[in-house]
């Protein structure tokens, strides 16, 4: 499966941005899909994930903020950012992987699957 991110952008703090990533090679509709990101001169982390089922998580950071959604007929998956804050200020990457169990679904090594990377930076 590859991944191909994109929406990154300069954004001032209070706005929105809406990241989509599209999946090819295999259709993913059967795999959980997930957002991370990386801040400067942070580690990457956790930021959304949802299931086959539909079933959504979220980073306690972004919960209430962030929504993850996916379209299996177009094999994407999409982050809409909201009430955006400088913190949020990251590289975003989508992954995707079908064997993730849900007490790992946060963990980044439970992903095969990694999307290149999309920037985002909210000014304040």
């Known amino acids: 499966v590859q991944l191909q991110a994109s929406g990154g952008g300069l954004v001032q703090a209070g706005g929105f941005l809406r990241l989509s990533c599209v999946a090819s090679?295999?259709?993913?509709?059967?795999?959980?899909l997930a957002w991370y990101r990386q801040g400067p001169g942070k580690e990457r982390e956790f930021v959304a994930a949802?299931?086959?089922?539909?079933?959504?998580y979220y980073a306690e950071s972004v919960k209430g903020r962030f929504a993850i959604s996916r379209d299996n007929a177009l094999n994407t998956v999409c982050l809409q950012l909201n009430s955006l804050k400088p913190e949020d200020t990251a590289v975003y990457y989508c992954?995707?992987?079908?064997?993730?169990?849900?007490?790992?679904?946060?963990?980044?090594?439970?992903?095969?699957?990694w999307g290149q990377g999309t920037q985002v930076t909210v000014s304040s």
């Open positions: 992954a995707a992987d079908d064997g993730v169990i849900l007490s790992s679904i946060r963990r980044s090594s439970s992903y095969d699957f």
């Open positions: 090679g295999r259709p993913f509709s059967s795999y959980t």
């Open positions: 949802i299931r086959r089922t539909g079933h959504t």
